[in-house]
């Protein structure tokens, strides 16, 4: 590991940056080294601005791979290096809003049932079943389980916020039945050390072969079963609020992006068509 790098993790890591965050920085300033195979802290604000224009005109990344890739350079040039605001802000490409995929629940049944392991099983019926992200899921602890109020703790969620979550009784069934065969010491989903969780890249291969398995062409990763649960929440009529809280965003915006995925409420409004006063059939041409 260089120094400069030693350097940027160290600076993360003394202002709480995820370890995903730390990853995604490090790799957004190694590709501009890359890009002009030299060492970043002798690269100048004109050569950084013509390969954050190659981003955009070029490369024609994601907007918010762009604000990444933005952000992480800042954080290099202004913290690490101390060369302050050499970073200009050039406009990115076009933020494109997309809609979640979403099962449906006949779907969902399907892709369970196409899932022959435990293991596998239950820990995708977790992040469908108390809505939570695939690192939250790997996670989980025995100890998270609260059975006398019937919900689920997670514990250091994105932004490092502790929250609550929905523990259906149908769910703890299968998290103790998964519990007596594997038993977990602390960790519920482990690989062969106990004290190691599992990989998010393993559950999103356990999920990729239960999607083929069960014939559903939709793309499926686990992030798409949390998609799944808050819309299905509010399909049955949970308020958005609610459900705000169970997922753990900071915004109701992001949560109200369900209500624009969730075909059955839609098929259930009343076209103002239908309060017309009957309408005479034209007379025929």
């Not at 350097?7 to 790799?27: G, K, N, P, Q, W």
């Not at 049932?113 to 939570?132: E, N």
């Not at 969620?157 to 594997?182: F, H, M, N």
């Not at 076209?271 to 059939?281: G, M």
Request: glycine share 4%; net charge positive; charged share 25%.
């Amino acid at each position: 590991m260089t120094p400069l790098r030693k350097r940027m993790i160290e600076e993360m890591h003394l202002r709480d940056y995820s370890e995903h965050t730390i990853s995604a920085y490090v790799s957004a300033v190694y590709r501009l080294a890359n890009f002009y195979g030299k060492r970043p802290d002798r690269l100048g604000r004109e050569e950084i601005r013509a390969f954050l224009i190659d981003l955009v005109d070029q490369q024609q990344v994601s907007w918010p791979y762009y604000k990444q890739v933005l952000a992480a350079l800042r954080f290099f040039y202004r913290y690490v290096l101390r060369h302050g605001e050499v970073v200009e802000d050039i406009r990115g490409p076009k933020n494109q809003r997309k809609l979640p995929i979403v099962l449906s629940v006949e779907e969902v049944s399907r892709f369970f049932q196409a899932i022959p392991s435990l293991k596998q099983r239950t820990i995708l019926m977790l992040a469908y079943g108390a809505g939570l992200r695939i690192g939250e899921a790997v996670r989980a602890r025995l100890s998270d389980i609260d059975r006398e109020r019937m919900v689920l703790r997670v514990s250091q969620g994105k932004g490092k916020k502790d929250r609550y979550t929905v523990l259906s009784p149908a769910l703890l069934e299968s998290l103790d039945r998964y519990c007596w065969a594997a038993q977990p010491r602390d960790l519920l989903f482990t690989t062969r050390c106990p004290d190691r969780p599992i990989t998010t890249s393993t559950v999103q291969r356990y999920c990729s072969a239960a999607r083929e398995a069960a014939g559903i062409d939709k793309a499926i990763t686990p992030h798409t079963l949390r998609h799944s649960f808050a819309t299905h929440l509010l399909e049955a009529g949970t308020d958005l609020r609610v459900i705000q809280v169970m997922l753990g965003h900071a915004s109701p915006q992001t949560t109200a992006v369900y209500t624009h995925v969730s075909t059955d409420l839609i098929g259930k409004v009343v076209s103002p068509w239908d309060k017309l006063p009957e309408v005479a059939p034209p007379a025929s041409d």
